[in-house]
């Protein structure tokens, strides 16, 4: 999986490599920081602005934390620790309110298609009163799962838009908290000055090389150790959590070749957009089987988050066959940490 590499020669260190890097994504972190407070404030366009701002604010946090961590030899060891863990906790709730939303809206898209597909067609069968029944009862179900649908969703609606509502009263509590005045202090000086150990002044080549050879052997072993499409159980949800953590494995690996060669390796883009998708089609499913369990709903509205669960799970799957499809290195699968 390696590539040309141009920025770690045998003549430069692996502070003069790693410091622009983290001072580049210090310097977004601020400025989408400060979009999101110039457009939080009510406006014709300040919802959508203010949530690219977060987007922003995210994916500069989750770069400077994956940095921090895979190469915090070259770093001051307590204080990469430190902002690591904070910049993961700001991610985190800042993310929230977006993944509340967009599971929202990917259940009720899915319960339109469930209810609104024309009836499903039939088996062959061996008279026209056999061929009639069995229409007859795709019929039914497709009534059944009209009516429940419509319940279904509006349960979905008050559940998650409840969820959004205190994820996004979270989230404004966190940025106006002294935890989260701290953290943007110490991304300020993070821009300017970039704690280095001694370590730091080794050639990049062995010191960065290293480290991010091992978040590349920690993803190869991960996609090796994935279960195999025979032995995966499609409704067994205790089988997502390789998945998830392969997912997070492949983020640290980009972005240490960003830090190594300026851009992760663009075969990767595939992989990762399917493992996002695994991520969203799970947690969906997860949501419909939780709505499913309120108290004294409705036979209907139960069958039609059943048949939501059912589809969310198949999405999982197709989210793994489209990841296994698109994994450039199957010949690397077999590597082990």
């Known amino acids: 999986m390696r590539r040309p590499d141009h920025q770690t020669q045998a003549d ?14 210090a ?43 895979t190469f915090r030899a070259a770093l001051d060891p ?31 898209e899915a319960l339109h298609g469930l209810s609104g597909a024309p009836p499903l067609p039939t088996a062959r069968a061996g008279s026209g009163a056999t ?27 008050r559940q998650l838009t409840l969820a959004r509502t205190r994820a996004h009263s979270a989230a404004l509590q966190a940025l106006g908290s002294s935890r989260f005045h701290a953290v ?23 010191m960065l090389h290293e480290p991010a050879d091992r978040a590349e052997q920690r993803l190869l072993g991960a996609v090796a150790a994935l279960p195999s499409d025979e032995t995966a159980e499609p409704y067994n949800e205790a089988q997502d959590a390789p998945w998830h953590q392969t997912r997070l494995l492949l983020r640290l690996h980009r972005y240490a070749q960003e ?9 990767l883009a595939g992989p990762g957009h399917a493992l996002d998708l695994h991520r969203d089609a799970a947690e ?16 209907t509205t139960a069958y039609a988050l059943g048949v939501l669960h059912a589809d969310q799970r198949h999405e999982v799957e197709a989210a793994r066959s489209v990841f296994r499809e698109s994994w450039p290195y199957a010949t690397a699968a077999a590597v082990r940490p």
């Not at 601020?30 to 009510?42: D, V």
């Not at 863990?85 to 809206?105: F, K, P």
């Not at 179900?141 to 009516?147: D, P």
């Open 259 to 267: 830090v190594l060669r300026g851009a992760p390796d663009p075969v």
């Open 78 to 108: 307590l204080w990469a620790e430190q902002l690591r863990t904070e910049l993961a906790w700001l991610s985190g709730t800042l993310a929230r309110e977006h993944a509340y939303a967009e599971r929202l809206t990917r259940l009720l």
């Open 131 to 157: 061929a009639a029944g069995g229409v007859a009862v795709v019929d039914k179900e497709r009534a059944v799962l009209g009516v429940g649908a419509a319940r279904a969703g509006a349960l979905l609606e």
């Open 184 to 206: 943007a202090d110490a991304v300020a000086l993070l821009a300017s000055e970039v704690p280095l150990s001694a370590a730091a002044a080794a050639p990049a080549g062995e």
């Open 27 to 69: 310097a977004d972190f601020l400025r989408s920081l400060r979009l999101h407070r110039e457009n939080s404030a009510p406006s014709d366009a300040g919802p959508q602005a203010a949530e690219q701002a977060a987007r922003a604010l995210r994916r500069s946090s989750r770069r400077i934390s994956g940095t921090l961590h």
């Open 12 to 25: 430069v260190t692996a502070g003069t490599v790693l410091a622009p890097y983290l001072r580049t994504q």
């Open 284 to 299: 969906a499913a997860t949501a419909a089987s939780a709505a499913a369990r309120t108290p004294r709903i409705a036979p």
